[in-house]
């Protein structure tokens, strides 16, 4: 799994990729949190948050930004950063799942959203889902 | 998609064109309002890609328009005016922004330049104290979920019946601090809760307060009616609705792309979705999108309160609190009269970092603005100038009554945060006298003046255009950011 952040004039270009879907949505959160504070989610921290939620979508796609607008949404309301997920259901257009966080005083970045623009999950050269997801700052 | 230069064809020296041939999905040509070395600055990034695809909305009438501060967005540009037929053209909440009622406001004062000399510094201190900014930081206030809803429908009012701010301001307030049609049951519980603890507050990014004096008066006549003169210090504010905004433009973008294919309607990216303005999806949108407008018109009066006490606490409560010069809207959609190949039209007039500009006699103009045209507010970079500017009949004419937001990015934040040594920034912008106050060093790098076009050569064009006037240029001595 691997996150990449590439240059935009004004907002933030993020590339992901993983081995397999559900993985593309926990690579997903961690770069997300990753922006929202720098490097948090690749530090070992204890969890003392966690919150179950449930999202259907047209497509994976739309499943992807979606989820990602929820746990955005939840880490502004519960001052927390999210960076570990548990599928209990898991379709391309429908998931549940848990998400583990900490709570944070304040975030370095703020994401006023997570945008369906240049959004397209694919599978890459190497066999990989991959898609670029672009944060409005 | 790539758009060279020999696709535009130059229509004035200001106004270039990608025509409507260009692209079979293009419904109205694409223009750009830009001097020729702006246009070609404006070719540096997908800016005109993203205009292109904004020309193919269902429901566009004239032009897809960008401004010279122009810059590549998310879907539709930054710098983008796109107006669609009233009833049943278009709503793009991707054309409005997740920022809803983004915006600005001028505050002004009856002291000078000398009167703050020894003070500046100690007023940055005290207005970085009184107004809340910064990632994830809530405000003073904890609204009830009543009590919300009264925000959400009365705007700016609310804030004066509760005692944060002065009914003389509602006059100096694009559509004086409301939207009649704000409907707070359409705005999801999600967004409420974010907005419960945010009025009052700035935020980050590009949002921020700031202490100017005005260096230049362009034209006196207009400055005298606006309450400006030289030297003269003035406060501005730059921010908008929070996570209440970016709430709702969420939800409805979500349903917005669920709903899009029922209507028939197609769009080349999901991020321009849309639905007719008369329909379920549209309409509920359209109210929700009133109700976070008028918190952000609430939230920027509550700071304006903020500012006006620390402003006391300086100065002492004997001199004069700041006055509302004007308040202005720059991510917002409404439903306006133009003219479009010569007859009257009203539209759905989308503006994501376009300001509104109209001329003399407009009607919802205070009584001493009416014979000069609406202020216009240019914030330029942290460090370089702002302006004010008049609206006129021309950008009725030619811009959906509209203008630029601002000096327009050109930089990354990763590129501005590699040139960029922040405390070296800081300490630089104190030795030419403009003191910055700031949650961080990160906050500071990333608006640095290098990441932003010369807001003197956007203005200018504005100004040779003929779209809006220059009144008064204004230079920063305090710049307070999250």
Sequence with gaps: MKVEYLPHTADIRMRITAA?????????????????????????????????????????????????????????????????????????????????????????????????????IFKNNDGHWETMVVFDI | MKIHKTDINKVTDYIWEIPKSFRPAMRVPARVLASEPLLDDIMGDRSLVQLVNVASLPGIKGAALVMPDVHEGYGFPIGGVAATIFPDGAISPGGIGYDINCGVRLLTSNLKRDHIKDKTEALSKEMYAQIPSGMGKGGQIRLSEQEMDQVLLKGAEWAIEKGYGKKEDLAYMESNGRLQDADPSLVSAMAKKRGTDQLGTIGSGNHFVEVDYIEEVYDETIAKAYGLCKDQIVVMIHTGSRGLGHQIATDYTKQIITAMPRYGMQVPDRELACVPFNSIEGQNYFKAMCAAANYAWCNREIISWEARKAWANIFGAKVEPLKLMY??????????????????AQLIVHRKGATRAFGPGFKELPQDYKAVGQPVIIPGSMGTFSFVLAGTPISEELTFGSCCHGAGRRLSRTAAKKQVNAPVLQEKLKEKGIFVTAGSYKGIAEEAPIAYKDVNMVVQTISDSGIAKKVAKLRPVAVIKG
Excluded: R
């Excluded at chain 2, 202005?328 to 409404?334: G, P, Q």
């Design chain 1, 20 to 120: 397999h879907l559900q993985e593309l949505f926990h690579v997903g959160i961690i770069g997300m949190g990753n922006i929202l504070k720098e490097n948090f989610c690749l530090q070992d921290y204890p969890f003392d948050q966690k919150l179950k939620i449930e999202i259907t979508a047209s497509d994976p796609t739309c499943l992807l930004i979606d989820f990602l607008s929820e746990v955005l949404s939840v880490s502004c309301t519960e001052k927390g950063i999210f960076c570990k997920v548990i599928f209990i259901e898991f379709t391309p257009i429908k998931t549940i799942a848990e998400i583990y966080g900490k709570h944070v005083f304040g975030f370095d970045e703020e994401i006023k959203a997570v945008t369906y623009h240049e959004a397209d």
């Design chain 2, 327 to 344: 308040d202005l809207a720059h991510n917002i959609a409404k439903i306006e009269t133009h003219l479009v190949h010569g007859e009257k």
